[in-house]
């Protein structure tokens, strides 16, 4: 089954730059789209990345996405990082064998 | 401005049934894809299916096909997810998300509904 590994948690500090990484298993990352969602505790997931690397509105240029067809990986950068980017992040795929939605384990990201 | 407004807290005895509930509006909802996404207690975000409210397509995640039903009824913009007998291990959180298809962007979310089983 297609699956999508992330690392359990980051930590960084405010001010530097994070990028979390989201590796395609049994399938190919590069031939769909992939989104990337922030979740705060308490809260429902937000879209911060949707279409490899894109970005919705009133979300900060901070925010970017890129894709890696070599290593089969995507990748969420955030730059300038702020206390208020603490949260859990997930990237999301499609799996096309099985024509259904998948998500990343999830990265803690600790700022 | 889309909404999408989830039933409130339930809890159910092992064994019961249970149905939950998400309302869109703002948007022409029966040609939008609706998916049920779990987040059991300190695990990631698990997608569980997807329907089309237009004429009710539906997929399951292969872990879950059989034990929850997706059903939608687009005369009153209402999608529903459905257990015929509830396990413990279905206590967690439940999103609906709106989407243009699988493999899309889920752009907006329910507020969660919060499922406890227990004896």
């Known amino acids: 089954n297609f699956m999508l590994t992330q690392p359990h948690s980051m930590s960084e500090s405010p001010g530097k730059t994070v990028t979390i990484s989201c590796t395609g298993i049994?399938?190919?990352?590069?031939?769909?789209?992939v989104q990337w969602y922030q979740q705060r505790p308490g809260s429902a997931p937000t879209t911060v990345i949707y279409?490899?690397?894109?970005?919705p509105s009133g979300v900060p240029e901070r925010f970017s996405g890129s894709i890696d067809s070599s290593s089969n990986s995507a990748s969420l950068t955030i730059s300038g990082l702020k206390t208020e980017d603490e949260a859990d992040y997930y990237c999301?795929?499609?799996?096309?064998?099985?024509?259904?939605?998948?998500f990343g384990g999830g990265t803690k990201l600790t700022v | 401005e889309v909404q999408l407004v989830q039933s409130g807290a339930e809890v159910r005895k092992p064994g019961e049934s249970l149905k939950i509930s998400c309302k869109g509006s703002?948007?022409?909802?029966?040609?939008?894809?609706i998916a049920w996404v779990r987040h059991m207690p300190g695990k990631g975000l698990e997608w569980m299916g997807i329907?089309?409210?237009?004429?009710?397509?539906?997929r399951y995640s292969p872990s879950l096909q059989g034990q929850v039903t997706i059903s939608a009824d687009k005369s009153i913009s209402t999608a529903y997810l459905q257990w015929n007998s509830l396990k413990a291990s279905d206590s967690a959180m439940y999103y609906c998300?709106?989407?243009?298809?699988?493999?899309?962007?889920?752009?907006?979310w329910g507020q969660g509904t919060l499922v406890t089983v227990s004896s």
């Open positions: 703002g948007y022409k909802f029966s040609t939008s894809w």
């Open positions: 329907i089309y409210p237009a004429d009710s397509d539906a």
């Open positions: 998300a709106r989407s243009g298809g699988v493999g899309y962007n889920y752009d907006h």
């Open positions: 999301q795929c499609y799996d096309d064998t099985n024509n259904l939605d998948v």
């Open positions: 049994s399938g190919s990352i590069a031939s769909n789209y």
């Open positions: 279409e490899d690397d894109k970005r």
